[in-house]
């Protein structure tokens, strides 16, 4: 257990809606992600963070803002929901040394965009 | 472009048996190697991982072998039990990256 949380669990939103996910960690680890997990395409990096207002892009950022104020907590927007932002969304901590890292992910936040 | 690929979507294998799932990658930079289970409602749990130093490692019944020139790797369950049924990642990455690259996941289902 990597001491990660989400909220909410599960959320049934309409298009056009703003929407936030929290990922929130208790161990003090600067890495943090965001992945969204769909049929046939595994899991897809959103955005991650390497510390406290410091973020990236990962490869399906489009539609999506993150912050992350506090190093506990790292949020992702959807600034205006699409129903292809249903998805399952896990949050990940990074373990260990460069290029031997190991992620462990939160329990996941069930969307759906109606 | 798939950097790494499970191309068996799903996989059945009676129990006490061995599963063999398998992994390929084309981006020659990665040096390490991960695999991840996932059960239904869950996130993905962290099973096994592999340098590129190393040819194989083994975990109790799981046991990750790599073949660098083949970019390709696999994991070995012996035996197979009912709670091995889920899907299963494998992620690779390379020193100073950060980042994983996932597959697409290889369902595994195993046969009472």
């Known amino acids: 257990d990597a001491g990660i949380t989400q909220s909410p669990r599960h959320k049934v939103t309409e298009t056009g809606t703003p929407v936030t996910l929290r990922c929130h960690q208790t161990e003090n680890h600067r890495y943090m992600y965001w992945y969204r997990q769909d049929p046939g395409h595994g899991l897809r990096l959103i955005h991650y963070?390497?510390?406290?207002?410091?973020?990236d892009k990962g490869e399906v950022s489009d539609g999506y803002s993150v912050s992350r104020s506090k190093t506990e907590d790292f949020l992702l927007t959807l600034e205006s929901a699409t129903s292809s932002q249903t998805s399952v969304y896990f949050c990940a901590i990074s373990v260990g040394t460069s290029g031997t890292e190991t992620q462990y992910f939160g329990p996941g936040t069930r969307l759906l965009v109606l | 472009d798939q950097q790494v690929k499970q191309n068996s979507p799903s996989l059945s294998v009676q129990e006490g048996r061995i599963s063999i799932l398998n992994c390929d990658y084309t981006n020659s930079m990665f040096d390490y190697f991960l695999w991840y289970k996932k059960y239904p409602a869950e996130g993905p749990t962290f099973l096994i991982s592999?340098?590129?130093?190393?040819d194989k490692n083994e975990d109790g019944r799981f046991t990750v072998f790599l073949n660098k020139s083949a970019k390709h790797l696999s994991l070995h369950i012996v035996p197979s039990q009912p709670g091995d049924s889920a899907v299963y990642f494998c992620a690779a990455s390379f020193f100073g990256n950060e980042k994983l690259t996932f597959g697409t996941g290889t369902r595994l289902t195993i046969i009472p």
């Open positions: 592999i340098s590129s130093i190393k």
């Open positions: 963070s390497y510390g406290v207002k410091d973020t």
